[in-house]
């Protein structure tokens, strides 16, 4: 990656973890506090309260991996922690859209879900990692990038 | 012309061959390290790999709680169970409540102000074709699936071997190689073939150990879904205590039983994308195993309850233990049942505990208590069986010894803390 692309990602990176640190200690805060929702923000925990502080721990991981991976970004170490954090974001977030797929599926009363419960059950508000997960997408294009760098 | 190589007579000769063979074989240079190299290493280096492997529990979990508890059972099993399977057995099943063949086969019927009453669900039913059928296809089934799906995918992905070097240290101290953490995992979905992963063990107390610890205090997926299914709530503070037990007990049996605890080398291959079809081949093969020997099991266990019920043995049973189970674990003296039950299948007496506690014969805490020593008491009928050929006698009446003192020792502690904080 050239100089451009590096100083993009140390700041970009950067801001996403301070983000991911500020949600982790919502949530951590949240989970003592029996959660919270604000506007299209949800850190109830009111489907899963066991895992809220559980996600706390890993957003707040996500924040410390993001942060410490801004020095000498290019280099192959440094990425590396970036595309963990962008991992372990992809699974929280991940496992948030397949518990809303498996809501949404069966009916309250009848075996299948109607078209409006179906879709209600995506609406917002949404648990802070989905928020994270179009951002931490970026680093597709530095793994990309690395890729054609090793094979150069 | 080919070199004439002597044949090395010692050790030394033996390092100065392999030394020059490789100089003229291998190619030297400094190896740059690959994004894959670089992840490979962050998920075994202590600071980064215990956030990442948190993660990684955490997708597990979450994905078995809503492949299992929300979709399959919660959304299709419990209704077509409870509200067509049942309804339509209760009548056309001869006999009607009170008959002992409708008893065994669809429903007994529990008590409610003197009077007998049908059961509304499977779970309280406890006929064999009822709790029998449900608690294996209803239940058990959707857990044991998605645990081995997310299981296949870890181990082809390469991340076992990688958290069983994360997990090395923690476990060295109980007298364990990272390497238990395999059986360990497998155990989650079924102690059976977590009892046969113990082999690569070197040692006799390495292997008698991690069978002890596998078959006392680690749930199998069966018992995990049902657990799941009736008490989520209390799903943390029961897998803190196994946890607290499986680590305790293990230092103490580490420093009990004579033997040495060698390293194992092992081989951590780099990660991979795991393919479809040989996911799909595991999945298939370990799932059928699992059914084959789950289903009989269920089926007879529901019988024998049943005929232990209808005999007056259950009765007796409960006179002569409930004093017992009432004074030293706090539990009521109908958890006997279940508890029977348990050599059989131990989801089978999740789901009769569960029975109870809809019956409100149980506080939240007499629950707490009961699954977890339903847990630890005994092993189910197949993991013992296969105890019996993976130890010899000596090793199995020590397993059962230590497992009889866990029992006491454990399930008296939870009640005494269950007592300092007033919930007992």
Not at chain 2, 56 to 62: D, L, R
Not at chain 2, 345 to 363: N, P, S, Y
Not at chain 2, 382 to 393: G, H, P, R, S, V
């Amino acid at each position: 990656m050239n100089e451009m692309e590096e100083k993009f990602g140390q700041i970009y990176f950067a801001v996403l973890g301070a983000v991911a640190l500020a949600f982790g200690i919502a949530e951590l805060i949240a989970s003592a506090g029996g959660g919270f929702t604000w506007g299209i923000l949800d850190s109830s925990g009111a489907a899963n309260p066991m895992f809220l502080s559980w996600r706390a721990i890993i957003l707040l991981s996500v924040g410390f991996f993001y942060l410490s991976s801004v020095k000498d970004f290019a280099e192959v170490h440094q990425l590396a922690k970036a595309v963990m954090a962008s991992i372990m974001i992809w699974i929280v977030a991940g496992m948030a859209i397949w518990s809303m797929i498996a809501g949404s599926i069966p009916g309250e009363e009848t075996w299948f879900n109607s078209l409006e419960g179906f879709l209600a059950s995506y609406a917002p508000p949404y648990s802070p990692e989905m928020f994270l997960l179009p951002f931490s997408l970026v680093i597709l294009y530095y793994i990309k990038k690395e890729g054609e760098t090793a094979t150069e | 012309m080919q070199e004439v190589v002597k044949v090395p007579q010692s050790v030394d000769e033996r390092w100065d061959l392999i030394d020059k063979i490789s100089r003229q074989t291998v190619e030297f240079g400094a190896y740059k390290h690959t994004l894959k190299d670089a992840i490979a290493e962050l998920t075994v280096k202590p600071l980064t790999g215990i956030p990442v492997a948190i993660a990684v529990i955490y997708g597990f979990w979450s994905f078995f709680c809503d492949f299992a508890g929300t979709l399959f059972t919660d959304g299709f099993m419990v209704r077509l169970f409870d509200e067509h399977w049942l309804p339509w057995l209760q009548s056309v099943f001869p006999g009607g409540l009170g008959n002992p063949l409708y008893a065994l086969m669809i429903d007994a019927g529990h008590m409610e102000d003197g009077v007998l009453v049908a059961s509304d669900n499977c779970f309280e039913a406890f006929g064999v074709l009822t709790s029998g059928l449900f608690v294996p296809f209803g239940v058990v089934l959707w857990a044991v699936l998605a645990f081995y799906l997310i299981f296949a995918i870890l181990e082809d992905i390469g991340y076992l071997p990688r958290l069983a070097v994360l997990v090395d240290t923690v476990l060295h101290k109980i007298g364990l190689h990272g390497y238990a953490i395999v059986p360990t995992f497998i155990s989650l979905g079924c102690n059976v073939p977590g009892v046969t992963a113990v082999r690569p063990l070197e040692t006799r107390k390495q292997r008698f150990m991690m069978i002890t610890l596998l078959s006392v205090f680690v749930p199998c997926g069966a018992q995990i879904g049902i657990m799941q299914d009736l008490i989520p709530e209390l799903m943390g503070w029961i897998f803190l205590t196994l946890v607290i037990g499986y680590l305790g007990f293990g230092f103490i049996l580490n420093k009990i039983v004579p033997g040495k605890s060698p390293e194992i080398i092992m081989d951590v291959p780099p990660y991979q994308m795991p393919t479809f079809k040989n996911v799909m081949s595991k999945l298939w093969i370990r799932t059928s195993k699992f059914l084959l020997v789950a289903v009989p099991f269920v089926l007879l266990g529901c019988l024998i309850v049943g005929l232990m019920y209808l005999t007056g043995a259950m009765d007796w049973l409960v006179a002569v233990f409930g004093p017992l189970l009432m004074g030293w674990f706090g539990v009521p003296s109908e958890t006997v049942a279940p508890l029977i039950a348990g050599f059989l299948r131990k989801d089978l007496a999740v789901g009769m505990i569960g029975g109870l506690m809809e019956q409100g014969i149980m506080t939240t805490f007499q629950v707490f208590t009961s699954v977890v020593l339903l847990c630890i008491y005994f092993p189910c009928l197949a993991t013992f069986a296969l105890m019996i050929k993976e130890e010899n006698w000596k090793e199995l009446l020590g397993s059962l010894a230590s497992l009889v003192a866990m029992v006491f020792i454990y399930g008296g502690l939870i009640h005494l803390v269950g007592i300092m904080l007033g919930v007992a």
